[in-house]
């Protein structure tokens, strides 16, 4: 088997959401001896090629052309060259039209028409960029043979929302990566400590700070708790969004509790989690929320939003808080706080709960969808062929 895939985002060396699926699915296949072709139209980044070094791996970069001519012309002329079975875009996005192989698209949810759309108002729904975005992500959902999705919940969206028949989608749960279940030495705790000035006992987040994030929720909250010689740890987010955040601090009189870290580098995550009291995760919408995954491998006390499909990915490791009942978070995080065998409990449950994610079953599931495209590729080819009369064959 010949899988094409779709890799130009990882020009960035950046490992958030997409890009993290990606590279650990590409990995995952080729410890599975998957033959692998990774087009691009620019150069793949070194920090994901040295995850990638394989025979069974090599990057085609197109030269220099517009997107839309690499998408939709390109693309599939150099797959029916390198003869590729199944074709696979992981990012919501960027399938050619047509294609001499079958198409695979994961399409993480439903986000943008479910969540941002209602929220817009008419002339930015209909701006020049918003309809470009709709018809990019139209286009890719409507030629795909086969839709890969990361939670039941965001199935529902993508039927409910988008019209995509229930049948084209296959649910395949996302992990975290395993070095997040190692122990965490007492070396690097301190290390990570020092590097991000993290005194005393805290509360973490991490991911965007964008609006459905819900952070200012988070921060009320946790001024809400009330607890001496704890602080929140907010990691990741942007220059422009700290400024409202800060002042959102000063208002609450957390100031002197809160920290901003912004960007955290990849390889201190575990100890971080590792060090926290609790991890929070408030987001109103998330198709999956990879850090509860990643939270919960560490052992780190899990809290998150009874919303989207937070709920679906806790399971049974940890706790959930309502977003409409103020003084639900607050609560669990006193609870957590001061309860030792609580915090115990929740950090038992969290590693048991993520125990039943795990890249290699993401990697197997995917492989089952690829075989499903190609056996009905065959079975379609082969029931053309006995149509026709004896003297055509």
């Known amino acids: 088997m010949r899988i094409g895939i779709n890799a130009r985002l990882l020009r960035d060396s950046t490992m958030r959401g997409w890009n ?49 001519v690499w998408e939709q012309v390109w693309l599939p002329r150099q797959c029916a060259r390198d003869r590729i079975d199944v074709l696979h875009s992981p990012y919501n996005y960027s399938l050619p039209w047509s294609s001499s192989c079958p198409r695979v698209l994961t399409l993480h949810d439903a986000i943008d028409a479910a969540y941002y759309r209602p ?9 020049p960029r918003s309809l470009k975005g709709r018809l990019h992500n139209w286009a890719a959902t409507a030629c795909a043979n086969r839709i890969i999705t990361d939670s039941n919940h965001s199935k529902r969206d993508l039927v409910e929302v988008l019209g995509i028949p229930a049948a084209k989608i296959a ?9 997040f279940g190692q122990r965490v030495s007492d070396d690097a705790l301190e290390r990570a400590r020092r590097k991000y000035e993290l005194a005393g006992r805290y509360v973490f987040y991490v991911g965007g700070w964008e609006m459905r994030k819900n952070i200012p929720f988070l921060m009320r909250e946790f001024a809400a708790a009330n607890l001496n010689g704890v602080s929140l740890v907010l990691g ?27 960007w955290i580098d990849d390889e201190d995550l575990p100890a ?12 109103e919408y998330e198709g999956f929320g990879l850090q509860l995954c990643e939270a919960m491998a560490t052992g780190c006390p899990t809290l998150a939003a009874r919303a989207s499909s937070l709920p679906e990915v806790l399971g049974a490791g940890g706790a959930t808080f309502a977003l409409d009942s103020p003084g ?17 409990d929740l950090s038992d449950r969290a590693r048991a709960r993520s125990l039943e994610f795990s890249w290699s079953e993401t990697a197997r599931q995917t492989l089952s969808v690829y075989e499903s495209l190609l056996r009905a590729a065959d079975s379609k080819q082969t029931t053309t062929t006995s149509d026709q009369p004896a003297c055509e064959r």
């Open 20 to 68: 993290r699926y990606t590279v650990n699915l590409v990995a995952e296949l080729l410890r599975r001896g998957v033959e692998l072709v990774l087009y691009s139209d620019r150069p793949v980044h070194t920090a994901h090629l040295a995850r990638f070094e394989s025979e069974s791996c090599r990057v085609v970069q197109a030269p220099p052309m517009r997107y839309v």
């Open 119 to 127: 929220r817009m108002s008419w002339p930015d729904n209909l701006s």
């Open 171 to 179: 649910v395949i749960y996302l992990a975290a990566e395993p070095r």
């Open 236 to 262: 990741g987010g942007s220059e422009h969004q700290r400024a409202q955040l800060t002042q959102l601090a000063r208002e609450l009189h957390v100031s002197d509790r809160t920290r901003m870290l912004g």
């Open 272 to 283: 971080i989690y590792s060090g926290a009291l609790c991890f929070a995760y408030p987001s």
């Open 328 to 344: 639900s978070l607050a609560e669990l995080i006193r609870r957590v706080s001061m309860d030792g065998d609580f915090r115990k």
